[in-house]
């Protein structure tokens, strides 16, 4: 279980978004971290626009109950995460104001912190995210985002975010090769990919290396058109006007990638069924 993401995440953007030039960690007073002393310890002219690392000290429950402090370097130059929030509220604009924009970007990046195994392209991978969750509210409350084009949009849903819905997203992504938006979550998000389900979309030539689990919003189920959930039905909230697919699969947590390759194709196929209903293109396994 994770100890102190919200602290963290609540003092990042204090960082982060500090109107003096000073770096935010080199400044602070040690009972201002949020974990104490070992943060400014490993601190390195935190933010800087020359895209210095940053140490962050995040920490996790011991099964004993005790704490371990595990120290990620993360590469988010103050500059670029600005850049992000910038253009945010520029995309945003009239929809959602700027502590809200920053409080999104900061929330993602802080989860990205704890679960990438890229940690190169932090600020990529985090203004991607982010804008993802904040299309998602506003399409939930009715607003127009602008977008390269209308189409219809799928959330996979499964308990932990880390197998089924993570392969069954990035089949339907690959598969449809921009038709159809795609977005997934879990109830009760794991920490970090079941790495045997990596292993097996690798086979397929599809990385989950960007990916993490997410949690399940009431917003995202509002912004999409199709909801598939896979073991969690009843941890999902029903709208109106909604499509609801529940897809009995096996879970593949705690399984070798030899009892986890049915699985994918599975999903494969249904992916590709599903495809072929959302677009009226038949694809080769939803006509076979």
Partial sequence: MLVGLVEVSLWLRRCLFATTDT????????DEHPLGRPVAD?????????????VVAIARRRPAGGRNLEHFALTSPHARLHQTVDELRRRFHGIFGPETIEAVVVDVFTELALTARITAHLPVLAAR?????????ARSQGATV??????PEVLFVCVHNAGRSQMAAALLAHHAAGAVRVTSAGSAPADSINPAVRDVMA?????????FPKRLTTEAVEAADVVITMGCGDACPVFPGKRYLDWELTDPAG?????IRPIRDDIDARVRHLLAELTGTPTEAATS
């Fill in 146 to 151: 602008t977008t390269a084009a209308a189409v």
């Fill in 23 to 30: 770096p935010c960690l080199a400044r602070a007073r040690p």
């Fill in 255 to 259: 399984k070798a990638a030899e009892q």
């Fill in 203 to 211: 086979e397929f030539g599809l990385s989950l290396d960007t990916e």
């Fill in 129 to 137: 995210h982010a804008r993802e969750r904040l299309a998602a509210v």
């Fill in 42 to 54: 490993h601190a390195m002219d935190a933010f800087s626009p020359d895209a210095t690392p940053v």
